[in-house]
């Protein structure tokens, strides 16, 4: 279990407490207390709650993916530097080889000292576009999976504040 579930798991037990003692308005302050993004679909959904289960649900749901949204807002940036990085190092390989054969027409011979700069320029820039794009990946691949965790805690929740205004009689 997780930090996120952890947390999750308290808050769901300070709501329920709050419902059950039928104190909505100290549900939705504890919520207000509360860092984060279930917290903040909590509210939403005990805000709406007066108006009918169907219409907290409702408010949960749209929320929930607004929320999710803000979760992934950033990592755009990152898959687009993931598909750049190796692109400029086949830029770089493309202007080494360039170089390479300016060498050659310059000298207007062939020898593996005039190549080896421009050959070499190539492929550092390759490797290193290629070496950024993996680094580049894993932690897109990192952030991706904290926030599909996140996700599935905040829709797991959800369903657990859906259950618990239908228990406890919030209309």
């Known amino acids: 279990m997780n930090l996120a579930t952890t947390n999750t798991t308290k808050l769901l037990a300070k709501v329920e407490d709050s419902l059950k003692a039928g104190n909505l308005e100290g549900a939705k ?43 992934e807002k ?43 700069g421009g050959i070499k320029v190539a492929l550092l820039t390759t490797v290193f576009g290629l070496i950024v794009a993996m680094i580049l990946q894993v932690f897109y691949n990192y ?8 996700v599935n805690t905040m829709e797991d929740s959800s369903i657990s504040l859906i259950d618990l205004l239908v228990k406890y009689g919030k209309k």
Do not use: H
Request: with cysteine.
């Open 74 to 116: 950033g990592l755009i940036w990152i898959s687009l530097f993931i598909a750049l990085a190796p692109m400029l190092g086949f830029l770089g390989t493309v202007v080494g080889m360039i170089q390479a054969f300016d060498a050659i027409e310059i000298a207007g011979d062939i020898s593996p000292s005039l190549v080896a």
């Open 29 to 71: 302050e504890i919520c207000r207390n509360t860092r984060g993004p279930v917290a903040s679909i909590f509210y939403q959904g005990l805000e709406r709650s007066g108006e009918g289960v169907d219409i907290a649900e409702k408010a949960v749901t749209s929320y929930g993916s607004v929320q999710m949204g803000q979760l």
């Open 143 to 150: 952030l991706i999976s904290k926030v599909d965790s996140l």
